[in-house]
């Protein structure tokens, strides 16, 4: 609950502080398992989790350390655009250097402008210099992308969903080059500048990416230490498996 | 032609037609001897083929119920289906879920001479099926996210229905008021009959489908703090194991079905019966003797375990099914595939809260098991992984098992233990 944040103790170095926007307007297929997914990975490394669960009737806390938007329909992702934009919380946040990820509509949502129930052109939140219309086709299936070098990040797998088209203006990277799947449309997958990450993967996009996973976390508390192998075996295996139904290899 | 005796309803059908359901009947016959299935669809499918029409003309003339929603169609046709029962007529139904257009028009074929008939719809569908069948009762369930990869959004799914209902005025509509989504969408229809059958999953309703502001809840109640859509006044209602009837009566529903979404099926199952003049009385003696619907809730026995089986195929009737495991230390089978039918996304599953299966044996097996694993490992779920249901049973050496799977991994599984119920 958001009214929990404030009264957080003075922050320790151990606590990992996870803020879900909206999830009552952006989850529409599996998003929790991102917020799962970090809980996870933070206390294999023996860090504390605080996890913040805030709806759109409440303000959203400035004080986190990831902030995750998920997908969501036309007329939930307008409105969670109308409310984020006037509380102004998670533009403070992405100000003051948090890291948000975001995926499907929450990524176009960060985006400077995306399309509306007729496609008209509605304002996102200009955190990440992209812009987002509806294309011809939606986009279903399995999505493998090769993530940008300079965030030595291992292949991306995951599910997409979508009839989104981005194009990126120059303040926003390509998060990935599409291998197979649609993606941004151009041959790149997802965006990310700074501290804020958007892709297509949509819904539990970082259950099968645990690189993914562990980049955000490490963005908030520096070099993490290695995962017991006996924790990754199976997610590691599920990779594979999913790679491999794309034929391509890990 | 006759008119000494009443015609046969099949002989008020153009030729075509005639022909189109003959050729059709005869194909589901060859394909029912060939093993596949039970024959309904590929006879539907060619008929159709003959005769696109063939559903209008067949539906002419008749009083159909047409009964639609994420979770309980099959059930709910089979409720309704038992409680009209009583009329002592010949009833026409797709009772084993064959239930696009195809499956409509094989289950009015295989039955020319029944006047009524109850039909599930797949919820895609329903606005099409409710035009070409002209239907006197269309049922809805509930809405819920499902199968998204291949369904459409679900708030454009209730927009749908919403047009499709306010566009056909001599239709009465049974609806789900617990269901903020199902509520609007019967809120245009001329004639509805609003029933509390309770709403277990919240996920897909936190919202208000007419202005997108946040619902409140107050316990069964719900409205939109910012536009006037709220919950309607009910005239059935779900209440425990009771049912309340439209005179303020309650009585215990005693089902020989599990848990509370059949319960909330047989509730509005009852709200149809009294459109049709069937009291709850007589209905309920009739939902009563439902005891499996197409194999689902069905006792099988297998190297001396007796494991129940039952199926969910999405967040919301995982919820259900995990709602009614018998408690531990009874151990439990999951099994997921992720094949057309049951959508090749598997992401719903982190929507499933598996964490009180913590602390009894589990089992996890289907297409898609490494899915599953994970994402128990993820709710610290201890659970063993194997190939196959007889290899769960061996190693839980138990009496019992509880079964839960998602549609073709159901399937399998019938198969597997031989195609009983």
């Known amino acids: 609950m958001s009214e929990g944040l404030g009264r957080y103790r003075p922050r320790g170095l151990s606590a990992v502080r996870l803020v879900w926007v909206f999830p009552d307007l952006l989850s529409t297929y599996g998003d929790r398992g991102n917020l799962l997914v970090l809980a996870r990975r933070a206390r294999l490394r023996g860090l504390e989790v605080e996890i913040a669960e805030v709806n759109s009737d409440q303000q959203v806390p400035v004080d986190g350390d990831i902030y995750l938007l998920g997908g969501g329909e036309d007329l939930p992702q307008i409105l969670a655009a109308r409310r984020l934009a006037a509380g102004g919380g998670l533009a403070a946040a992405a100000g003051r250097g948090a890291v948000i990820f975001a995926v499907c509509a929450g990524y176009q949502i960060v985006g400077t402008e995306f399309g509306g129930v007729e496609g008209e052109p509605v304002p996102g939140l200009g955190l990440l210099d992209i812009r987002s219309g509806r294309g011809e086709r939606r986009g279903v299936g399995e999505i493998t992308a090769d993530v940008d070098p300079a965030l030595g990040v291992e292949r991306l797998t995951g599910f997409e969903n979508h009839q989104g088209v981005t194009r990126r203006g120059p303040e926003a990277k390509p998060l990935a080059a599409v291998v197979a799947g649609v993606g941004n449309g151009d041959g790149t997958e997802g965006a990310y500048s700074g501290r804020v990450v958007g892709t297509y993967l949509h819904g539990p996009a970082l259950v099968r990416n645990p690189g993914l996973a562990d980049m955000l976390l490490g963005w908030v508390v520096g070099t993490l230490p290695p995962v017991d192998p006996r924790q990754e075996d199976l997610v590691l295996k599920l990779r594979a498996d999913r790679l491999a139904s794309q034929g391509v290899p890990a | ?421």
């Open chain 2, 1 to 421: 032609m006759s008119t000494s005796s009443p015609p046969s309803r099949r002989f008020s059908l153009p030729l075509r037609a005639r022909l189109a359901t003959t050729v059709g009947g005869a194909a589901g016959r060859a394909s029912r001897l060939a093993g596949r299935g039970d024959g309904s669809v590929i006879g539907g499918v060619i008929g159709l083929r003959l005769k696109p029409d063939l559903l209008s003309l067949l539906a002419r003339g008749r009083q159909i119920i047409l009964v639609t929603g994420t979770n309980g169609k099959t059930t709910t046709t089979r409720l309704v289906t038992a409680a009209l029962g009583t009329l002592g007529q010949q009833i026409a139904s797709n009772a084993f879920g064959a239930n696009m257009e195809a499956g409509l028009v094989a289950a009015l074929a295989k039955a020319p001479d029944a006047t009524l008939a109850v039909l599930e719809v797949d919820e895609k569908f329903m606005p099409a099926m409710l035009e070409k069948t002209g239907a006197r009762v269309v049922v809805l369930l509930n809405l819920s996210r499902d199968q998204m990869d291949r369904a459409a959004e679900i708030w454009m799914l209730a927009r749908r229905w919403r047009a499709a209902l306010a566009a056909a005025p001599g239709c009465r509509v049974i609806a789900n008021a617990d269901d903020p989504l199902v509520a609007w969408a019967a809120g245009q229809a001329r004639q509805v009959t609003w029933v509390a059958a309770g709403q277990r999953w919240h996920d897909d309703s936190w919202c208000c489908p007419n202005c997108g502001s946040h619902l409140r809840r107050d316990g069964e109640d719900w409205y939109c703090g910012e536009c006037p859509n709220r919950r309607p006044p009910v005239r059935w209602v779900l209440a425990g194991d009771e049912v309340i009837d439209p005179t303020g009566r309650a009585r215990p529903l005693d089902l020989a079905l599990p848990g509370r979404a059949n319960r909330s099926n047989a509730v509005i199952a009852f709200a149809v019966a009294e459109v049709f003049g069937i009291s709850a009385t007589q209905a309920m003696g009739a939902v009563r003797q439902v005891r499996s619907v197409a194999g689902r809730y069905t006792q099988v026995e297998r190297h001396g375990c007796a494991l129940r089986l039952l199926l969910a195929k999405n967040p919301a009737g995982w919820l259900e099914a995990l709602d009614i495991l018998v408690p531990p230390p009874v151990s439990v089978l999951l099994a997921v595939n992720a094949q057309t039918p049951d959508g090749k996304d598997t992401s719903w599953l982190w929507d499933v809260d598996y964490r009180r299966l913590r602390g009894r044996p589990v089992f996890v097996t289907g297409e898609r098991k490494l899915d599953l694993a994970v994402r128990l490992e993820a709710d610290e779920v201890a659970f063993r992984m194997v190939g196959s249901v007889d290899e769960a049973v061996d190693a839980a050496g138990r009496k019992s098992m509880e079964v839960i799977a998602n549609y073709t991994a159901f399937q399998q599984i019938r198969a597997t233990l031989g195609r009983v119920g």
